[in-house]
């Protein structure tokens, strides 16, 4: 089991969405309610747990004609929280520490997940955030530190209406301890709720997470990611 205690544990509050300067194009509200989630792919939805918790992201996007772009370094962790599912999945997000891996700079996002309490049923692990997006990407890309655990990673967005779309990081974090560059295309992204859903950008990141399923391995371990990037 994790020790709670550990006071690198992240002790993230509110949810800031920060925004890189650029010219204002389209004023947007993006709402997000985080109390429901279904899921099109995960046989036991994991939906978002426990306390339900609207978060309202107020900013102005850019179109950009940018090649490579870093949304997220992880060189501090602000605007990024842990969540978990069911209740019974312990596990803590901080950023690296003294000699633990980073990719780029000096620190990276790590996940420490538990699921052995939660065998035999779907379970997830979520590194939670607010991010707006800018307007036009076609790819996002997040450098991942595997554990071999062959879990799934994922990602979760919402758009400007409030639908939310899923897209798969990587089907199975098959490798260990080495680093290696995972993408999704918003193109493959597809709707929680209606797989056919139309997105309607902006989009926001809202949750980067390893799914377990029911049928393998519930075991405890940890990730880390680093330089998140959209092109
Ligand atoms: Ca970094």
Known sequence: ????????RAQLNGWPSRMEPGPPVVAVVVSILLATAGCVKEPEPPVIPATPRAVEIIGTPEVTTTT????????????WCFACYPSEVDGYLTHSFDDEPSHDGDFAAKLVYDFSGARGVTAAAYAMTAHLLPLNWDRLGLW????????????????????KFVGDLAPRVDWEDS????????SDLVGLRDE???????????????VV??????NAGEIYFDTLTVE
């Not at 089991?1 to 690198?8: I, K, W």
């Not at 772009?69 to 602000?78: C, L, Q, Y």
């Not at 991942?144 to 639908?163: I, K, M, N, P, Q």
């Not at 680093?179 to 918003?186: F, G, I, M, N, T």
Request: aromatic residues 10%; contains cysteine.
């Open 179 to 186: 680093w290696r560059l995972c993408a999704l295309y918003q």
């Open 144 to 163: 991942v530190y595997g554990d071999g655990s062959g879990h799934w990673l994922r990602a979760e967005f919402v758009d400007s209406t409030g639908e």
């Open 213 to 218: 399923l029911p049928t393998a391995e519930h």
């Open 68 to 79: 490579d772009r870093v949304i997220a370094d992880f060189e501090n962790m602000d605007g």
């Open 196 to 210: 056919k859903a139309r997105r309607h950008p902006p989009l926001a990141l809202t949750r980067i997470y390893l």
């Open 1 to 8: 089991m994790l020790n709670r205690s550990d006071t690198r």
